[in-house]
């Protein structure tokens, strides 16, 4: 890990930019204290970026989960018994990882992956405008189009018009077009401007900003517009915003139910994001799935433990981590401990930045995320891939994470299944002599019950007087549903005056009596042919 210090370093200072109003914003949508939201991100970078396979992977608390967190709160109780359903939670994680559960993350199709990313990443430009112009809105942290205080993205963006503010809109300009200089232009001046990152630079452009115009009227931000780390007087303080499991409530029915909840829904977001990162990683490393949901769940055991939110991996911080040129999992651990000893030993320091400022580091971490050039690209590659990708987009805009891609997904199925429709077979007419049609249909290597409608259409379709060679030397594997077809057909090929010639690896048949016999099926729902 440490072979790449020099690019894991600045990386995870951007990271740790990125992480820190996030940490406090998903705790606030969460209705958890907000050192909650900290220790999730110190555990996170620490604990589960030392224990993960990812290379570039970055855990913490995610927005996906601040509604249930919200709701569970209140039905449990308290938070100190949500936190005996985290640590439940973690242990149930545990056994997925056991049990490999971790395969499911590769049965997402590449163009619903890519849709998530997108959708993030305009989702994120969305919800961060409102801070860039100083209207300080709780929600721009919550990643669902309906928002937790009844509203939506674009009734906050319409909202946010009569409500800017000055001040915070200047210097968050300055800081997008300042950020947007230094990548594209002061970065290949020198290495310089490589190991000093531009979020750094705007973060310290943000402090100055607030410190020279405090108190000089309309330029002078004000403390709601300014990142909130709680401050701790002393060390009995600091130890006090711990907050720790009440385990008398383990035998209360919702708190499992809480449990698996947050295991489902915090493993597939990781899954899931697991695969967009791998996908965006230029190194092209894979991420080891079982050995991340075994991270994960150890990760919510300790925060659970400690009074931390729930922790998945999230694809805004580990976007930002590729984009910043993090190599290992070394810019994870330093971004968790550089959130530790800010919140220990500059508290007060991190109350000094404007969230206009941080918003403009996410809108570039959104724009990259969701590029025009990205929106050609696959309207370019034909439908069976644009419209799984345009569906997710849209799904996660307007709806949430899980929901978006549970649509991307049902539409990738209905694209797999026409595929599967087109691909089952091969017709060839080969002449049409002495007034008998000859027809050869070769069969696919797997042939499902999916084909069904494909191959009976074809069939049913065949003229009187045909002599068909129905060729299956290819063909591994055939369901039984295709064999009673074909047996039906049998039947009614005689009454039509159609010939069949069977070819198998097991011998060729003029007209057999019976494919069932031929196939010497036994019960099962596939048959192997080779």
């Known amino acids: 890990m440490f072979k790449t210090l020099k690019n894991d370093l600045p990386a995870s200072v951007v990271v740790f930019f990125v992480a820190l109003p996030l940490c406090l914003g998903i705790a606030l949508a969460s209705g958890a204290p907000l050192f909650s939201g900290l220790i999730a991100g110190i555990i ?17 608390p995610a927005a996906g989960l601040a509604a249930i967190v919200l709701t569970a709160i209140g039905t449990l109780g308290g938070y100190e018994n949500f936190l005996v359903a985290v640590v439940l939670g973690g242990i149930i994680q545990l056994i997925f990882g056991v049990l490999k559960a971790g395969i499911i993350g590769y ?17 994120i430009i969305l919800k961060q405008i409102p801070n860039f112009f100083g209207y300080d809105e709780e929600s721009a942290w919550d990643l669902e189009f309906f928002e937790i205080d009844g509203g939506n993205t674009f009734s906050e963006l319409i909202t946010m018009l009569s409500n800017i503010h000055p001040g915070a809109a200047l210097i968050g300009i300055i800081s997008l077009l300042l950020l947007i200089l230094w990548d594209k232009v002061l970065s290949k001046k020198g290495k310089i401007f490589e190991i000093i990152q531009g979020p750094f630079v705007v973060v310290v452009l943000g402090i100055l900003f ?27 303080s600091f130890l006090g915003q711990f907050s720790f499991p009440n385990f008398s409530a383990i035998t209360n ?18 899954l899931l994001c697991v695969e967009a990162s791998d996908k965006i990683d230029p190194d092209k490393n894979v991420t080891p799935t079982n050995r991340e949901l075994l991270a994960q769940g150890t990760g919510n055991i300790i925060s659970g433990l400690i009074g931390g939110l729930p922790i998945t991996q999230v694809i805004v911080r580990s976007s930002a981590n590729i984009q910043s040129g993090g190599k290992s999992k070394m810019s994870t651990i ?19 930045i ?22 050609k690209k696959m309207y370019s590659l034909g439908w069976k891939q644009s419209i799984p990708f345009f569906v997710t987009v849209v799904g996660i805009v307007f709806t949430d994470l899980l929901v978006g891609i549970g649509l991307g997904l049902a539409v990738g199925i209905v694209v797999i299944l026409l595929k599967s429709y087109q691909n089952s077979h091969f017709l060839h007419i080969e002449d049409n002599s002495n007034g008998k049609h000859k027809i050869k249909m070769a069969l696919a290597e797997e042939v499902t019950f999916f084909n069904k409608g494909a191959i009976l259409k074809e069939l049913d379709s065949l003229p009187r007087d045909t002599y068909l060679e129905f060729d299956v030397t290819k063909t591994r594997y055939l369901d039984y549903d295709i064999i009673e077809i074909l047996e039906d057909f049998a039947f009614k ?24 016999e031929f196939f010497q099926l036994r019960p099962k729902s596939k048959i192997s042919l080779s």
Request: hydrophobic residues 50%; positive net charge.
């Open 354 to 375: 404007p969230l206009s400022v941080l918003a403009a580091i996410l809108l570039i971490v959104g724009y990259k995320l969701a590029k025009p050039s990205l929106f």
């Open 493 to 516: 090929a005689k009454e039509r005056n159609i010939d069949i010639k069977l070819i198998s690896k097991r011998g060729v048949v003029e007209n057999p009596p019976s494919f069932i």
């Open 253 to 270: 029915p919702e708190v499992w139910i809480v449990a698996f909840t947050i295991a489902l829904v915090a493993s597939l977001e990781t």
């Open 210 to 236: 607030y410190t020279f115009t405090q108190g000089t009227g309309v330029l002078s931000i004000g403390d709601t517009h300014m990142v909130s780390v709680p401050i701790p007087e002393d060390l009995s």
């Open 44 to 60: 996170g970078g620490v604990v589960v970026g030392a224990l993960s396979g990812s290379k570039i992977g970055v855990s913490g």
């Open 107 to 123: 049965y997402f199709p590449s163009s619903v992956i890519k849709g998530m990313l997108t959708g993030i990443g305009i989702i």
């Open 334 to 352: 330093l971004h968790g401990f550089l959130l530790l000893i800010s919140v220990i030993l500059i508290p007060t320091l991190l109350n000094k």
